[in-house]
């Protein structure tokens, strides 16, 4: 059935090609008291209510209509950087980080993500999916229609295949798109500490697998002291690219380390985190083209100085910002708090962090093509926000303003 969202009070459509940067990321195309028409899995037409009326009559009068009148309408968020498939929680960390413990010490004494890789490893295909079903469900309450979702709480290859098995089953049932990424290369297990290479030799020898059995689309690493270093780093996703996986990198999130420099060499879709990244890096990530995904949730819980998002944008990179929905340093699936942490600790505007969630998001998991922008022809992922302007959005923090969402022209949440 054919669905008409009717006289909103703004629709930011988004419209335009390509990732934005510097005053792009301010433009969302708004059109006022307008009305939108889905028909089958993509948007049909954006305009007026009497213009609509006149060219889709017979269409308008056997659709499902959804009074939109002072409120907002808005591609769908996405989320472009999650762990989502994990087992387990770390309450406890969170308490011992109150007491004064750092993430890194905590890690290093076996907690951390190796706590979580022994729960994951030890649960079921089942216990995983069900759990991970029950995060898509509240992302898509919170107005997200697709999620990337990281491997790497397995560090096995039994393990990691389970995960991505798990996230492709998801994105087949559930009405969330999850898009998956291979990230072998998250920890060490505690048995190669002081052998590193060794490990490394292992996960070059899955990424044959991960990309014959279309497990992945995407190759991460955890370039941090202590973890892997850039040359190792540089490895991995250089043979990664050999078989099609397409690099991104968790890059300068505790300590400077090169991180965005070595992305923008390899070429990666994207580096993340950066919290810490250097002046020349924000320059070669500007230059690369490579987009920075911000996860401002991550700082906030481990109390560490933000990414200067204001910085890169002003450089001339694209931003886009996420989550990191994971069980240690950012257990939030709320996008929209951590819009509004983008706004008032990393200077970005409104505007901007709107750009970041939607066609930058999707320009980070490679969708800019399909997702991101409310334009005709493109999939009907759409989300309706009980706010009277976009602003609001933002200024009623902590909470959820969703209202409707519908995926591929389905009705999924109302
Ligand atoms: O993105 N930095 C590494 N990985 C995650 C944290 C994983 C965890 O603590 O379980 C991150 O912050
Ligand atoms: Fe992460």
């Not at 505690?190 to 899955?206: P, S």
């Not at 991550?298 to 996420?322: H, N």
Request: charged share 20%; proline share 3%; with cysteine.
């Amino acid at each position: 059935m054919a669905i008409f969202f009717e006289q909103a009070n703004e629709i930011m459509t988004m419209q335009g090609s390509g990732a934005r940067t510097r005053e792009a990321m301010r433009e969302l195309s708004i059109v006022r008291d307008a009305s939108l028409l889905i028909d089958g899995e993509t948007i049909l037409a954006i305009g007026t209510k009497d213009e609509l009326m006149r060219t889709h009559a017979e269409l308008i009068a056997s659709a499902h209509i959804i009074d939109a009148r002072g409120k907002v309408l808005m591609p769908g968020l996405i989320d472009c950087h999650t762990h989502l498939v994990h087992g387990g929680t770390r309450e406890h960390e969170f308490q011992m980080r109150l007491e004064g413990k750092t993430y890194m010490d905590i890690m290093n004494a076996g907690g951390g993500i190796h706590a979580t890789t022994a729960m994951t490893q030890q649960a079921s295909f089942d216990e995983l999916y069900d759990k991970a079903m029950h995060h898509l469900n509240t992302f898509l309450l919170h107005g997200v229609t697709t999620v990337e979702a990281k491997s790497g709480y397995g560090l096995n290859w039994e393990t990691e295949q389970k995960q991505l098995r798990v996230a492709k089953k998801l994105h087949d049932t559930h009405a969330i798109d999850v898009v998956s990424t291979f990230m072998g290369a998250h920890a060490v297990p505690k048995q190669y500490k002081g052998n590193e290479d060794a490990f490394v030799d292992i996960i070059l020898d899955m990424l044959p697998k991960v990309a014959e059995q279309q497990l992945a689309e995407f190759n991460d690493v955890f370039c941090e002291h202590g973890v892997f270093t850039p040359e190792q780093s540089r490895r991995i996703l250089l043979e990664g690219k050999k078989y099609g996986l397409i690099p991104k990198i968790h890059a300068d999130e505790i300590e400077p380390y090169d991180g965005a420099e070595l992305a923008a060499e390899v070429g990666a879709i994207s580096a993340e985190h950066l919290l810490v990244a250097s002046d020349q890096g924000i320059d070669d990530l500007a230059r690369a083209s490579t987009i920075a995904v911000l996860l401002p949730g991550t700082a906030f819980f481990l109390q560490a100085p933000f990414a200067r998002g204001r910085l890169m944008i002003d450089r001339g990179v694209a931003v886009a910002i996420s989550t990191d929905f994971n069980p240690g340093s950012s257990p939030t699936i709320s996008l929209p708090f951590i819009m509004n942490l983008a706004c008032v600790n990393m200077g970005m505007t409104m505007e901007e962090v709107l750009v970041a969630t939607t066609v930058n998001a999707a320009h980070a998991i490679n969708r800019g093509d399909t997702l991101g922008t409310l334009e005709v022809g493109k999939q009907a992922d759409v989300l309706l926000l009980n706010v009277a302007n976009y602003k609001q959005l933002q200024y009623y923090y902590g909470m959820n303003h969703t209202h409707t969402v519908v995926k591929r022209g389905k009705i999924v949440v109302k």
